[in-house]
């Protein structure tokens, strides 16, 4: 009997890890490219283009975010947004809090002459692909 008990669990277990390996991970060079797309959109003042990176569980303001941050800090975002280096990245292939892999980025830019740090959360799960949250801030 244990040993019907004990074979019941590691299937489950094996076909469990299976499924998990089936998930499609989000690729170092699809991250960037992602967010890398998402900047110029924003940059080109094509913020409708910028949604399209959203993932669809999370729609955002893109222009209202944008206009928020350039009063606040005082910068223009249209003039440009350099990255000029990742600074961190993490990758899991299964993230329960959002049922799927998620691909974490942070990198240093500069926005009119204006030192900031992004950092970006790319998910995919059933729901979709595309940009899950992300934030610019002063560089700590």
Same mark, same amino acid.
């Given at each position: 009997?244990?040993?019907?008990?004990?074979?019941?669990?590691?299937?489950?277990?094996?076909?469990?890890?299976?499924?998990?390996?089936?998930?499609?991970?989000?690729?170092?060079?699809?991250?960037?490219?992602?967010?890398?797309?998402?900047? /110029?959109?924003? &940059?080109?003042?094509?913020?409708? *283009?910028?949604?399209?990176? #959203?993932?669809? !569980?999370?729609?955002? =303001?893109?222009?209202?975010?944008?206009?928020?941050?350039?009063?606040?800090?005082?910068?223009?975002?249209?003039?440009?947004?350099?990255?000029?280096?990742?600074?961190?990245?993490?990758?899991?292939?299964?993230?329960?809090?959002?049922?799927?892999?998620?691909? /974490?980025?942070? &990198?240093?830019?500069?926005?009119? *002459?204006?030192?900031?740090? #992004?950092?970006? !959360?790319?998910?995919? =799960?059933?729901?979709?692909?595309?940009?899950?949250?992300?934030?610019?801030?002063?560089?700590?």
């Amino acid at each position: 009997m244990k040993i019907k008990a004990i074979l019941s669990l590691v299937l489950v277990l094996a076909l469990a890890f299976s499924l998990v390996g089936c998930a499609k991970r989000v690729k170092k060079s699809e991250a960037k490219e992602t967010a890398e797309a998402f900047l /110029d959109a924003v &940059a080109s003042g094509d913020f409708e *283009g910028a949604k399209g990176y #959203l993932h669809p !569980e999370k729609p955002l =303001n893109v222009e209202k975010y944008f206009d928020d941050k350039e009063a606040l800090i005082g910068i223009d975002f249209q003039k440009g947004i350099e990255i000029k280096r990742y600074t961190s990245n993490s990758s899991s292939a299964y993230d329960s809090e959002v049922d799927g892999s998620e691909y /974490d980025l942070e &990198a240093n830019i500069i926005v009119d *002459g204006v030192a900031l740090e #992004l950092d970006i !959360e790319i998910v995919r =799960n059933d729901l979709g692909y595309g940009i899950y949250s992300f934030d610019i801030d002063y560089n700590d």
